[in-house]
């Protein structure tokens, strides 16, 4: 979402009645602003618990796969070389 010019040229004349304590005050608002609607947007892995509830998977079974597919590859043996 962007802003229209008029609307950025207001702020920016806004700006330029303050002094440089009240544009520090603004900016620092701004980034807490920013922060919280930054976290708002972070997901949590138990907002997604459901998810494999409704796609009927057999958890055991699916790591078995991983599992098995871990050893075809080989990579159990590049571990152990570390």
Not at 35 to 45: A, C, E, I, T
Not at 55 to 75: A, F, Q, T, Y
């Amino acid at each position: 979402m962007s802003l229209a010019k008029e609307k950025i040229d207001e702020i920016i004349q806004e700006l330029n009645t303050l002094n440089p304590q009240e544009i520090e005050q603004v900016l620092e608002l701004i980034r807490a602003f920013k922060l919280k609607s930054h976290q708002r947007d972070r997901k949590k892995p138990s907002d997604y618990r459901g998810v494999w509830a409704h796609l009927d998977i057999n958890v055991e079974e699916e790591c078995k796969k991983m599992r098995e597919e871990w050893d075809h590859r080989g990579w159990d043996s590049i571990s152990n070389e570390r």
